[in-house]
Antibody, heavy 119, light 109 residues
């Protein structure tokens, strides 16, 4: 059974760093793209980027306003999303999702990680 | 940049009724549209890929149609668990971009 399990909720202050995780199981982790999708409070879904664990290829959305880094640890079957300096506008729920084999949809999703950035 | 426009923003229906949701692309996307359901407090769930292919485990009351710029998600007879927000989505090969529509909320009338 394919599963993506994300790390727990975080409360941070502006300027702090953060790394959230997405632990995959039930499939060949290194052979599927992982996408990250943001949902700000009360809003819709927004694609942030995609990462291929097999060769560490990363594609970022051109609309990202702040520095964020995607990465993965193949030995641990985990993908990560990292901020070096959080802003209040980073508040939201972050989902990881597996890109389908045909490449045009996200077929499995993590449960989401809620991030609150407030002073 | 492809823009996906969903309509209506909100659909008020009763259980057992038929729901018809629309997604319009700003330029032709072939059949490369997916649909997701998001219940309150939950992660999105893939319903339909490639405009009309139901994902594994999705009930037959959900169907997708369309090609080019106009797409439709139909729920033939609403069950209580179907009241949720629905998003359409397209992936552009180059530049590699994933776009979501703004969502349609199906609420109980």
């Amino acid at each position: 059974e394919v599963q993506l399990v994300q790390s727990g909720a975080e409360m941070k202050k502006p300027g702090e760093s953060l790394k959230i995780s997405c632990k995959a199981s039930g499939y060949d982790f290194k052979s599927y793209w992982i996408g990250w999708v943001r949902q700000m409070p009360g809003k819709g879904l927004e694609w942030m980027g995609s990462f291929y664990p097999g060769d560490s290829d990363a594609r970022y959305s051109p609309s990202l306003q702040g520095p964020v880094t995607m990465s993965a640890d193949k030995s641990f079957n985990a993908a990560y999303l990292q901020w070096s300096s959080l802003r209040s506008t980073d508040t939201g729920v972050y989902y990881c999702a597996r890109r389908s084999r045909d490449g045009h949809a996200y077929d499995f999703w993590g449960q989401g990680t809620r991030v609150i950035v407030s002073s | 940049e492809i823009v996906l426009t969903q309509s209506p923003a909100t659909l008020s229906l009763s259980p057992g009724e038929r729901a018809t949701l629309s997604c319009r692309a700003s330029q032709s996307v072939g059949s490369l549209i997916a649909w997701y359901q998001q219940r309150p407090g939950q992660a999105p769930r893939l319903l339909i890929s490639d405009a009309s292919n139901r994902a594994t485990g999705i009930p037959a009351r959900f169907s997708g149609s369309g090609s080019g710029t106009d797409f439709t998600l139909t729920i033939s007879s609403l069950e209580p668990e179907d009241f949720a927000v629905y998003y359409c989505q397209h992936r552009t090969t180059w530049p590699p971009t994933w776009t979501f529509g703004q969502g349609t909320k199906v609420e109980i009338k």
